[in-house]
């Protein structure tokens, strides 16, 4: 099946310590099967210097800023600033991300210091009109109250684990619905339901590597061409041509990164 697709991953970290001692060789092997294009998202403070540097590293990789929500006590006075800057010298800096709310860790910072930071990051988004990549974790009701407080900011909700009701009022406030390899798993019915249910034209698809291997590869560690798995099962759910899903969902990241293609 490889090199069937032209695959666009629209959420990596390929900045993570799972690929420390291989790096190279995996960027190498995704862009040989396939993979045309990256989307690395930070997460931690660290990782915004670690995306930057992946973005100049290799051409077929774009980057997201922003401070993940289990890392929220790390955004400092002027951490805002310091993305600001990495963005204003780096026109490969295409989103604001990966930001929003995790209330499934007891061990995360407070709810209202999430909160908080996510407010912050929505706010910078607004300014500088870019796309925001959502993590929502635990947290629907939070996470859509803070969304809609920024009508003017769109993005994706990434590894959706919503409802079909939650994915519809995200989709009416123009955002994205970001599909991992879950999709592929046997016990995933309600995210099946939600893949049936949405617009084609409203659907991207993601690794979340090293993370959300999919079936057959589930256990492994995640890869970008891997997503190859992830189209062909949104295809069958929604009973078309896994080709024509393709071409879809690569329009669908082109539309959010606002890219021509």
């Not at 809609?148 to 995200?170: D, L, N």
């Not at 406030?173 to 049936?196: C, M, S």
């Not at 256990?219 to 024509?244: F, L, P």
Request: aromatic share 10%; proline share 3%.
């Amino acid at each position: 099946m490889q090199g069937k697709f032209k695959i666009i991953d629209s959420h990596a970290h390929y900045d993570d310590e799972a690929f420390d001692e291989d790096r190279e060789s995996v960027l190498n092997e995704i862009r040989e099967n396939g993979v045309i294009q990256v989307l690395n998202c930070a997460a931690s403070y660290d990782s915004l210097k670690t995306t930057d540097k992946l973005t100049k590293d290799y051409d077929f990789i774009v980057g997201a800023l922003g401070i993940h929500p289990e890392n929220a006590d790390e955004m400092k006075e002027d951490t805002i600033d310091e993305i600001q800057e990495y963005i204003k010298s780096n026109n490969k800096i295409v989103a604001i991300g990966e930001i929003g709310l995790d209330y499934y860790w007891k061990e995360n910072p407070p709810k209202e210091i999430q909160q908080e930071v996510f407010r912050r990051q929505m706010s910078l988004a607004k300014e500088l009109k870019l796309p925001v990549i959502i993590h929502d974790r635990d947290a629907h009701k939070d996470t859509l109250e803070i969304l809609k407080e920024f009508p003017s900011v769109t993005g994706v909700v990434h590894c959706f684990s919503g409802s079909v009701e939650f994915a519809k009022e995200c989709i009416k406030l123009g955002y994205y619905i970001g599909f991992t390899g879950v999709v592929t798993f046997k016990n995933a019915k309600k995210l099946v339901e939600v893949a049936k249910e949405i617009p084609l034209e409203k659907i991207l698809v993601e690794t979340d590597c090293p993370y959300m291997t999919p079936e057959p590869n589930r256990g492994k560690r995640n890869k970008s061409d891997y997503i190859e798995y992830i189209i062909t099962q949104i295809a069958q759910i929604k009973e078309i041509d896994s080709y024509e899903a393709n071409l879809a969902f690569n329009q669908n990241f082109n539309q959010l990164i606002k890219k021509e293609n």
